[in-house]
Every structure is written in structure tokens, then in C-alpha cells.
């Protein structure tokens, strides 16, 4: 943290001139570094023919940093002899235990008896300007400079130590109280979330939602069972019946569950594909590929099959020539990264935002019932379960195809509802 993040530069820069006019101390503010971050107010005019030599332009550095350090290190202001015998004063500018920077004042006189009282700043003694060919300048200008009492000294420091706190309190006032309103917005954000998912899960009955299964895709089930059953033996209709008992046994095992591993995922999908097969023959094409390491990959039961569904539905069943649909889930790092990817007509990205926010609306003129709102579901789900940053990505290629990235961390997120 920087002190001009506490600070309003403008703002200190009126007061310390203000200050400046009222009491006749010069004064500026550093960071701490020792670099000015305000400009110089009222400046001696001694101060400033003394700092025309290098050397003692050196010394007044170390008087001003050995003042800076003294205060950072005790926490209050520190009243010193600079090496020219002129009194000084540097304020801390603390937050939180930390040296930002410091309110440097004084280039002031005060009585002999005030002056045993002080330290010396970082030098051992102070500098003789006797033999300097503007001594006679320096000790007119040093007349000059205002003189005051230490009680002045003391009251200036505490009212500028008082001022900065004042200030750096008010702003840290309004920064926590900003962090409070974006932990809020973020709070409110969740819990938004949290009841739209809890609200679609009431709204669609968590049954059908899990079995995500429509009457249409129910009735070409049976009515393959009982063509195949009318031209075969009977061995690709057991074939079917098994691996839909399969998928009715998987739902319904899960009914009082929603969490299952990627392999068992993975497994519901291949008897769904393999059902669709039978019925759409060689206009359909299938690929899948589970990497071992992403198989024991805890995630939402009916994670991947809506996506494949929706696929079938929506690219390889407009096209009389079928398609391909190729299935893949790998690991990197530890995220598990599933891609369904078809090679349809691809889908326009106004659509995949409008279905990925829950705003799409089917179409009565195009024929399509589809509202998506089994894809914004499982998007919902899994970014309820796992937080913003997971959850699904659609990218299209119109007359391409489509691929559908689901991204869930390899270990499940205990205490955001999952069931493990």
C-alpha cells in the first residue's frame, strides 16, 4: 500500500498550506522513501541558500531521513536539530503498523535552553558556515527564520499528527468499507446463484432432471424395441433393453445421490449412444475416450449426457447424412477437462450466450421446443458446486460443428452441496 492510496494529494496539499500560513514552519510530506509527494511550503530562505552546496545538501538529507526513520520506528513524532541549527519535526504516516511516509516541518528557531532538550538529527554535530565564502548571507538569512518556542514546536507536531491520522482513518474508513460492499455484492452474487439453482431444480422436479430423459426420446426407444423385435431374433433388442435398464437403473440409483464419478458418467453415456445408434444406424458416429487419471473425477450425476443429447438432437438428426459426435476427458493440472464435440451446423454465439444465461426462448416459427434449459441447468449446477470460475464453454463454428468444454476441478469442493 501506497501513502497517496491512503491520501488525497490535492487535499493534503491545502492543508500542509494552510498549516504552513498560520504557524510559518515549512513544511512537505514524503513517502517513505523519502521522496516528496507534495510541494515545498514556505521554504526558509536560509534552508534554501544552505542546500546550494552539495555537502550540506547531503546533510539535510540524512537530518531529514534520520527524523522520517525516528518517527516510523517509535510511532510519534520526533523533534530534532538538523545540522544548519534550525529546529525540525517529521510526523509518521502509519496504517496499520506500517511506515507510509512522513509530514517533515519546522526550519524554526527556538530559545538555547529548548535547543539542550533536542537530539541532533543524523549528524554529530552541526555545520560551521564560518569559513563558507556566503557566511555573511547564511547568518542574515538565519536571523530571518521564525522563531518560536518548543511548546510551539510540540503543538505544531501534535496537530499535524493529529490531522494525519484524521485523514489516513477517514480514508481507511471508506477502503474498508468498499472491500465490505464488494464482499457483499460478491455474498449476494452466490446466494443468487445458490436460489436459481435450488429454484430449477424445484421447478423441473429433481427426477427429471436427473433422468433428463424427454417422452420423444422414450417413445423412438420403444418403438425401435418393437420393430427390432418384429425383423430379429431378439439380439439387438436385448441388446437395447440392457443398456436402457441400464440407464434407468443409473438414474434411479441416484435418486437420493447427485454425485458419482466421471467412469460411471461416462458409462451412462455410452449406453445412451449405443441405444441411439440402433435407432439412427450409420447416420450416426461415435468416439470415446476417458484418460485413466480423470475416471475417479467426483462430478454431478448427468453432467455429460444433456450435452449429448442435445447434440443428437440438434446436429445429427437434422442432417440426413448423420454426423459424428467425439467424446474426450483429460486432465491438466488439476482440472478435469471434458469436450463434447459434434460436427453439426454449429450453433451462433448470441444463441450459446442467450441458452448459457437462461434467455433463450424456442422459436414456434422454426419448429424448435428446445428452450435449453437442460444445458443452463447443468451449467448452473456445476458453478454452483464449484464456484464462478468452472462450469461450461461453447465455442461454434457455423457449418463446422460444435465443441462443448465442461471444466471441473479432479477433487470435489466439500461444503457447497456435494454429496460425498
Same mark, same amino acid.
Given at each position: 500500500m501506497k501513502i497517496t492510496d491512503i491520501i488525497d494529494v490535492d487535499v493534503l496539499q491545502k492543508i500542509q498550506d494552510s498549516f504552513s500560513d498560520a504557524t510559518g514552519f515549512a513544511t512537505i510530506t514524503v513517502d517513505?522513501?523519502?521522496?516528496?509527494?507534495? %510541494?515545498?511550503?514556505?521554504?526558509?530562505?536560509? $534552508?534554501?541558500?544552505?542546500?546550494?552546496?552539495? =555537502?550540506?545538501?547531503? $546533510?539535510?538529507?540524512?537530518?531529514?531521513?534520520h527524523g522520517g526513520i525516528e518517527s516510523a520506528r517509535s510511532g510519534k513524532p520526533s523533534i530534532y536539530i538538523c545540522h544548519g541549527g534550525l529546529v525540525d519535526l517529521a510526523v509518521p504516516i502509519m496504517v496499520k503498523g506500517n511506515y507510509l511516509g512522513a509530514i517533515m516541518s519546522g526550519q524554526v528557531r527556538i530559545d538555547e535552553e529548548g535547543m539542550k532538550n533536542l537530539p541532533l538529527g543524523s549528524v554529530s554535530e552541526l555545520t560551521d558556515f564560518s569559513n563558507n565564502e556566503n557566511s555573511e548571507e547564511l547568518e542574515e538569512l538565519y536571523d530571518?527564520?521564525?522563531?518560536?518556542?518548543?511548546?510551539?514546536?510540540?503543538a505544531a507536531a501534535d496537530l499535524l499528527y493529529t490531522i494525519a491520522n484524521y485523514l489516513v482513518e477517514k480514508q481507511m474508513i471508506h477502503i474498508m468499507q468498499e472491500e465490505l460492499h464488494n464482499k457483499n455484492l460478491e455474498l449476494m452474487e452466490e446466494v443468487k446463484l445458490r436460489s436459481e439453482v435450488e429454484a430449477a431444480l424445484k421447478e423441473a422436479d429433481l427426477k427429471a432432471l436427473q433422468a433428463q430423459i424427454n417422452?420423444?426420446?422414450?417413445?423412438?426407444?420403444?418403438?425401435?424395441? *418393437?420393430?427390432?423385435?418384429?425383423? #430379429?431374433?431378439? +439380439?439387438?433388442?436385448?441388446?437395447m433393453i440392457y443398456a436402457f435398464s441400464d440407464m434407468m437403473r443409473y438414474t434411479l440409483k441416484k435418486e437420493n445421490s447427485n454425485i458419482v464419478s466421471l467412469k460411471e458418467e461416462i458409462e451412462h453415456v455410452k449406453n445412451y449412444l449405443s441405444i441411439q445408434k440402433m435407432r439412427l444406424g450409420d447416420r450416426l458416429e461415435y468416439h470415446i475416450h476417458l +484418460? #485413466?487419471?480423470?475416471?475417479?473425477?467426483?462430478?454431478?450425476?448427468?453432467?455429460?449426457?444433456?450435452?449429448v443429447e442435445n447434440a443428437i438432437n440438434h446436429a445429427i438428426e437434422p442432417n440426413v447424412a448423420g454426423g459424428k459426435i467425439t467424446i474426450t476427458a483429460e486432465m491438466q493440472n488439476e482440472l478435469?477437462?471434458?469436450?463434447?464435440?459434434?460436427? *453439426?451446423?454449429?450453433?451462433? =454465439? +448470441?444463441?450459446?450466450? =442467450?441458452?448459457?444465461?437462461?434467455?433463450?426462448?424456442?422459436?414456434?416459427?422454426?419448429?424448435? %421446443?428446445?428452450? *435449453?434449459?437442460?444445458?443452463?441447468?447443468?451449467? %448452473?449446477?456445476?458453478?454452483?458446486?464449484? *464456484?464462478?470460475?468452472?462450469?461450461?464453454?461453447?465455442e461454434s463454428d457455423l457449418g463446422h460443428g460444435t465443441d462443448v468444454l465442461i471444466k471441473i476441478p479432479r477433487k470435489a469442493l466439500l461444503g457447497r452441496g456435494l454429496d460425498v
Open positions: 517513505y522513501k523519502g521522496n516528496p509527494i507534495t %510541494k515545498y511550503s514556505n521554504f526558509s530562505g536560509y $534552508c534554501t541558500k544552505v542546500r546550494e552546496d552539495n =555537502r550540506c545538501l547531503e $546533510c539535510c538529507y540524512r537530518s531529514d531521513a530571518k527564520t521564525l522563531v518560536t518556542s518548543l511548546k510551539q514546536v510540540h417422452p420423444h426420446f422414450l417413445f423412438n426407444v420403444l418403438n425401435t424395441i *418393437g420393430r427390432l423385435a418384429l425383423l #430379429e431374433n431378439a +439380439e439387438k433388442t436385448q441388446e +484418460e #485413466e487419471d480423470a475416471e475417479e473425477t467426483m462430478c454431478p450425476f448427468m453432467t455429460v449426457q444433456p450435452f478435469t477437462m471434458i469436450h463434447i464435440i459434434d460436427d *453439426g451446423k454449429g450453433i451462433k =454465439r +448470441e444463441l450459446i450466450d =442467450r441458452i448459457l444465461d437462461g434467455t433463450y426462448e424456442s422459436s414456434p416459427e422454426t419448429g424448435d %421446443k428446445n428452450t *435449453g434449459i437442460g444445458i443452463n441447468n447443468a451449467n %448452473k449446477r456445476l458453478q454452483y458446486y464449484y *464456484g464462478a470460475e468452472y462450469g461450461v464453454a461453447i
